[in-house]
Structure formats: structure tokens, C-alpha cells
């Protein structure tokens, strides 16, 4: 079975902090997703990377950075974290091949506190 | 990659037959039509996929109408483990592959 694993399942932070969300994949998958996932907003997309240090754009990238120096880790990053940032965040992962159609495994998601 | 609009919630008796709806009626011809759900305080789950044809596996049944601008995703014996939100997705199978999910439908099934 596919496994996305996230660092931390819970995290409280102080504003101004940096912070660094962790996400490794074990099956050997290119493309890793950030979300994250605020109530009546759905899953709103912040960076995906389909390839080691390629890195693109989702919906709502401000405030946020990542970084894939390995294949099966994608790093989310809060640079100065602020309370707007509270939120459950998802990590995801799919593959090229036809397999499943490339449909994406999550993570168990790691909730974020900005306090 | 084309949007969708799904009710916010849904109704379902245990034992019956829960049939949620999707619509895409921007769908270009090469997207698919993909169903993810999320039990509380998990990651999404992949259910199923389709083109155009009708698709079927052991978790659900995929019915996509004939002009491809909506579709249905059924459970056929709707347990309390069903109880989720449904997410309806169109995306292309290759080039940019990144998802875009919308608010869904929260499933409640009642025993």
C-alpha cells in the first residue's frame, strides 16, 4: 500500500515563526501536493511539484514556500507564520504511470495552530 | 481543469442505495471524471474514476451521462462508514497534475 506520511499530526506555533511542514512518500510516486483544508472552503491547492526541486503555483501560494530535494520528500514551509495560516494542511502524492488512473494518496493531514 | 458544483449534504438510510451527483458541465473531451471522499479527520481516499463510460469497482459505481456534463457516483448498500464528504474532480490524465478539489458533498448516512 501507498503511504503518505506526515511529519506531525498536530502543531502549535507562534506568530512570526517559521515553520516547516514535512511529507515523505514511499512509493517512489513524481508528483507531491500542499493543500490545505479550511471549513466551507474545501481543499484549496498552495504548491505541487512533479519532479525533484520543480516546484509550481497552486491557488494560494502566498505566504508559503516548498522545496523537493529528494524525490520522496516535499517540504511546505511558512516563512513568518501568521494566525490566517491555522489550518488542517494535506500532503498527496501520485504517479505518472496509468496505474489507478493517477489518482493521489493523502496523508493523515497535520493541523496547525498560529497562536 | 474544469470545475464542478455537488450539493452541500445528503441524506442517506443505511442499507440503501446513496447516490450523489456531480456536474461538470465544462468538461473538455480528454479530462476524467474522478471521486475522492474524506472521513472525518482523514486524508482523502480515492474511490473511482471514469471518461465516459459507466465504471464499476468494489467500492462504488460511476455513471457519467452521455454529454459527459454530469455524473453520479452511487453506493449501492450505504453503510455508517459511509458517512463522508464526497469530492467530484475533472482532470486531465497528463500534463499539469495538480487537483482541484471544491467543497463537496457532506454524505450522513442514518441508521
Known amino acids: 500500500d501507498v503511504k503518505v506520511t506526515q511529519s506531525s499530526r498536530y502543531l502549535v506555533k507562534r506568530t512570526g515563526e517559521k515553520v516547516f511542514l514535512e511529507c515523505v512518500q514511499d512509493?517512489?510516486?513524481?508528483?507531491m501536493f500542499w493543500y490545505r483544508q479550511d471549513p466551507g472552503l474545501g481543499l484549496r491547492l498552495i504548491y505541487f511539484?512533479?519532479?525533484?526541486?520543480?516546484?509550481e503555483k497552486g491557488d494560494i501560494p502566498e505566504g508559503y514556500s516548498v522545496s523537493r530535494e529528494k524525490k520522496e520528500r516535499f517540504s511546505l514551509i511558512l516563512e513568518s507564520a501568521s494566525t490566517n495560516q491555522t489550518s488542517m494542511y494535506l500532503c498527496?502524492?501520485?504517479?505518472?504511470?496509468?496505474?489507478?488512473?493517477?489518482?493521489?494518496?493523502f496523508g493523515q493531514g497535520t493541523r496547525l495552530t498560529v497562536v | 481543469d474544469a470545475k464542478t458544483t455537488q450539493p452541500p449534504s445528503m441524506d442517506c438510510a443505511e442499507g440503501r442505495a446513496a447516490n450523489l451527483p456531480c456536474n461538470h458541465s465544462?468538461?473538455?473531451?480528454?479530462?476524467?471524471v474522478y471521486w475522492y471522499r474524506q472521513i472525518h479527520s482523514q486524508g482523502p481516499q480515492y474511490i473511482i474514476h471514469?471518461?465516459?463510460n459507466n465504471e464499476t469497482n468494489e467500492m462504488a459505481s460511476l455513471i457519467i451521462t452521455e454529454d459527459r456534463k454530469s455524473s453520479t457516483l452511487i453506493l449501492p448498500h450505504a453503510t455508517l462508514r459511509d458517512t463522508a464528504v464526497y469530492y467530484c474532480?475533472?482532470?486531465?490524465?497528463?500534463?499539469?497534475?495538480?487537483?482541484?478539489f471544491g467543497t463537496g458533498t457532506r454524505l450522513t448516512v442514518i441508521p
Open positions: 465544462t468538461i473538455s473531451g480528454n479530462e476524467y
Open positions: 474532480i475533472v482532470r486531465l490524465l497528463t500534463g499539469a497534475n495538480n487537483l482541484f
Open positions: 471514469g471518461l465516459k
Open positions: 512509493m517512489d510516486h513524481e508528483n
Open positions: 511539484s512533479y519532479d525533484v526541486k520543480m516546484k
Open positions: 498527496a502524492s501520485s504517479s505518472e504511470s496509468l496505474g489507478q488512473g493517477k489518482s493521489a494518496f
